[in-house]
Nanobody
Framework: QVQLVESGGGLVQAGGSLRLSCAPS????????MGWFRQAPGLEREFVAA????????YYADSVKGRFTISRDNAKNTVYLQTNSLKPEDTAIYYC?????????????????WGQGTQVTVSS
């Protein structure tokens, strides 16, 4: 059974940092593009960042550009989301997802596999 397992969430003060990790199990995801999405209470799931299978290209939502960095280590079969300068509005459940598509990474329908999510809470 294929699973994506996120970790690294927690409670942090505004201005702080967290590094989220996504470690797939059950298969290797080195040929998949990987994305991070988030969902706050009462809101729809929104795109945060994505990285192509090789790591050569990255994409970010405007709201996190310059503060978040997505990266991957295919040897470790792990994807990371470094979150810096966190704001209370970044509070959400963060999900990682895997896609075999080569474009439209902001569209959650392009992703085949999803993790269960990790909670990030930023206090003011």
């Amino acid at each position: 059974q294929v699973q994506l397992v996120e970790s690294g969430g927690g409670l942090v003060q505004a201005g702080g940092s967290l590094r989220l990790s996504c470690a797939p199990s059950g298969r290797t995801f080195s040929s998949y593009a990987m994305g991070w999405f988030r969902q706050a209470p009462g809101l729809e799931r929104e795109f945060v960042a994505a990285i192509t299978w090789s790591g050569a290209n990255t994409y970010y939502a405007d709201s996190v550009k310059g503060r978040f960095t997505i990266s991957r280590d295919n040897a470790k079969n792990t994807v990371y989301l470094q979150t810096n300068s966190l704001k209370p509005e970044d509070t959400a459940i963060y999900y990682c997802a895997a896609s075999l598509y080569y474009n439209d990474y902001v569209n959650p329908k392009r992703y085949t596999y999803w993790g269960q999510g990790t909670q990030v809470t930023v206090s003011s």
